[in-house]
């Protein structure tokens, strides 16, 4: 029997195409795991990029009106770090000299605000990766923009301190082959694999070119904590800018992925201004999340675990404040992360202030709507794989919002993600927190002076107290 030469081309044609398929199958994908990170929001172009957490006060707080209740923690005002110190009276004379006023104590003075988009300029963005790789590629952030943004190019090298940087540890930046990209409003884009030699525990000096261009909003994250730079026209791979200015945000840059084995993974903590690290020192990656990150780094059983700090000060649970919601961010911040595999939530404080203040009450909440909230998160992580630590909830009283009221609030929620087997798992961070001798006050050691944010020992101290086992067992 003869087969028609049509049907001999096409039988062929199908193998073939079968074999193709079968080939380009059985090649494994890389495997991308996110060593950095930061959780960017809305910031309107000119305004400074750092944002003070909501409740930190920064003068000396006002005692509330008589009808406080007694015995409230309000009643009186909390002694605070900020307070200006009494001043001795001044003896009458006859031509008196006003006691000059004490200065009050302030967070470290930020940069002046950038306007981004007017001219030609150069950011080199220094940011602290946890875990190496000998390649890695940048994701660049137009999420809250309103207009394209163009970024004309882009570079990446190791920091060898300040804005100087290491040009054999370095690697120019493409997208799709090209050296420029576009990025659409409310959108990000991830660069082409660049091979670079990235240590672990390293700075990362991400330098990239903003042609002029509108710019009204700006996608950032602003609490660093990190001294970055930008400087005038396309420097992106000058080995040290020439006079720049500095900033303490991270503008336009998402994270940075590396290319690693199958067994690694990521930690992402996910929270407020604790998480975010509020006052910590400046340039000493003194967060919980950092403490963490080192002690993985130093047992080899968790060696290959990065730590991804999606902290937002001021944010909430359930109502967006400073950023979105967490309920809203969520899958932005955490499930669209590289090679995550564990999540630690440290979030309700900044709900339960608000919702209780005895100055301002708003967005009042329960504690039954918080833990249906975290129960939301911790279902959406499960159905991603993703193991869920929830973190009790550090103390708050003497805070400029705290209140008895929510305080029987966070205490109820404590106790809910103590016990509760829904979850993985838990972290007493409040417990590694607080004064023995005033539970529900911080130990004053590891109080930076707001009785809400931690000082630098007590961030060691939360990122001490996190058992490593929880990321060890299967």
């Known amino acids: 029997m003869t087969t028609h030469p049509r049907f001999s081309r096409l039988f062929l044609l199908l193998a073939f195409t079968a074999i193709a398929?079968?080939?380009?199958?059985?090649?494994?994908?890389?495997?991308?795991?996110?060593?950095?990170?930061?959780?960017?929001?809305?910031?309107?172009?000119?305004?400074?990029?750092?944002?003070?957490?909501s409740a930190a006060p920064t003068f000396p707080l006002v005692a509330p009106p008589p009808s406080s209740p007694a015995g409230s923690p309000l009643s009186q005002p909390p002694a605070s770090a900020n307070a200006a110190p009494a001043q001795a009276a001044t003896p009458a004379?006859?031509?008196?000299?006003?006691?000059?006023?004490?200065?009050?104590?302030?967070?470290?003075?930020?940069?002046?605000?950038?306007?981004?988009?007017?001219?030609?300029?150069?950011?080199?963005?220094?940011?602290?990766?946890?875990?190496?790789?000998?390649?890695?590629?940048?994701?660049?952030?137009?999420?809250?923009?309103?207009?394209?943004?163009?970024i004309g190019a882009a570079h990446v090298a190791v920091s060898q301190g300040g804005s100087t940087i290491n040009l054999v540890s370095a690697a120019g930046l493409t997208f799709g082959g090209r050296t420029s990209v576009i990025i659409p409003p409310g959108a990000l884009v991830v660069s082409d694999p660049a091979t670079?030699?990235?240590?672990?525990?390293?700075?990362?000096?991400?330098?990239?070119?903003?042609?002029?261009?509108?710019?009204?909003?700006v996608s950032a994250h602003g609490s660093a904590n990190q001294t970055s730079y930008t400087a005038p026209g396309n420097v992106v791979g000058a080995k040290t800018l020439d006079s720049p200015t500095e900033i303490r945000s991270w503008p336009f840059v998402k994270g940075v992925d590396v290319k690693v084995s199958a067994a690694s993974g990521?930690?992402?903590?996910?929270?407020?201004?604790?998480?975010?690290?509020?006052?910590?020192?400046?340039?000493?990656?003194?967060?919980w999340p950092d403490e963490l990150a080192r002690r993985l780094l130093a047992d080899p059983r968790t060696a290959g675990l990065s730590v991804l700090n999606e902290g937002i000060g001021g944010n909430r649970i359930l109502h967006d404040n400073t950023g979105p919601s967490a309920l809203a961010r969520f899958d932005r911040d955490v499930i669209a992360l590289s090679g995550v595999k564990y999540l630690i939530i440290l979030e309700a404080i900044n709900d339960i202030g608000h919702a209780y203040d005895t100055h301002r009450v708003y967005d009042v909440v329960s504690a039954d709507d918080l833990i249906a909230g975290y129960m939301q998160m911790a279902e959406r992580a499960h159905t991603h794989g993703i193991k869920v630590y929830i973190a009790t909830l550090t103390p708050y009283v003497g805070a400029s919002y705290a209140s008895p009221a929510g305080e029987q609030v966070r205490q109820a929620v404590n106790q809910w993600i103590r016990t509760t087997p829904q979850i993985d798992g838990f972290i007493d961070f409040d417990k590694a927190t607080q004064d023995p001798a005033n539970p529900a006050m911080f130990l004053p050691a590891y109080d930076h002076g707001d009785h809400l944010h931690p000082s630098d020992p007590g961030?060691?101290?939360?990122?001490?107290?996190?058992?490593?086992k929880l990321f060890t067992s299967k």
């Open 266 to 287: 990521a930690v992402v903590a996910f929270g407020d201004s604790i998480t975010d690290g509020a006052f910590a020192a400046i340039n000493q990656n003194a967060r």
């Open 21 to 53: 398929a079968t080939t380009y199958a059985a090649q494994p994908p890389d495997h991308w795991v996110g060593t950095w990170a930061a959780a960017p929001f809305a910031a309107n172009n000119g305004r400074p990029m750092t944002t003070l957490p």
């Open 196 to 217: 670079v030699n990235l240590p672990a525990a390293s700075d990362l000096a991400i330098s990239f070119f903003l042609p002029a261009q509108p710019i009204n909003g």
């Open 93 to 150: 004379t006859p031509t008196p000299e006003p006691t000059p006023a004490p200065t009050p104590v302030r967070p470290p003075t930020r940069p002046p605000a950038i306007v981004y988009g007017v001219t030609d300029t150069t950011l080199r963005e220094i940011v602290h990766v946890t875990i190496g790789g000998p390649m890695l590629r940048v994701i660049f952030t137009n999420e809250f923009g309103t207009e394209p943004l163009t």
């Open 459 to 468: 961030y060691k101290a939360m990122g001490d107290a996190i058992d490593l």
